[in-house]
Nanobody, 113 residues
Framework: QVQYVESGGGLVQPGESLRLSCAVSGSSIRFYRMGWYRQAPGKQRALVASVYSDGTITYVDSVKGRFTISRDNVKNTVYLQMNSLKPEDTAVYYC???????WGQGTQVTVSS
């Protein structure tokens, strides 16, 4: 069973940065499209960034130019560098293989002054 452990969240002020990490166990990530999702209060969970096995990257428009997804196939870890954070980025962030697997516990990101 594949497991995900997300970390790196916290409370920051608008304009600040955070780096999220997602340690994966139970399967190598090298062959899969990996995604970072988020769920804000009262909203559905949504994919915000993904990286394919060939390195192709996608972002939703709201995070383009501010977030950077990356993967380390040796460490079996996926990262999300989040810069210029906004209050609307407040959510629980999750990572997993896109389209498969159960969710991990996620990591809370709160952007507030």
């Amino acid at each position: 069973q594949v497991q995900y452990v997300e970390s790196g969240g916290g409370l920051v002020q608008p304009g600040e940065s955070l780096r999220l990490s997602c340690a994966v166990s139970g399967s190598s990530i090298r062959f899969y499209r990996m995604g970072w999702y988020r769920q804000a209060p009262g909203k559905q969970r949504a994919l915000v960034a993904s990286v394919y096995s060939d390195g192709t990257i996608t972002y939703v428009d709201s995070v383009k130019g501010r977030f950077t997804i990356s993967r380390d196939n040796v460490k079996n870890t996926v990262y999300l560098q989040m810069n210029s954070l906004k209050p609307e980025d407040t959510a629980v962030y999750y990572c997993k293989r896109v389209g498969i697997d159960a969710w991990g516990q996620g990591t809370q990101v709160t952007v507030s002054s």
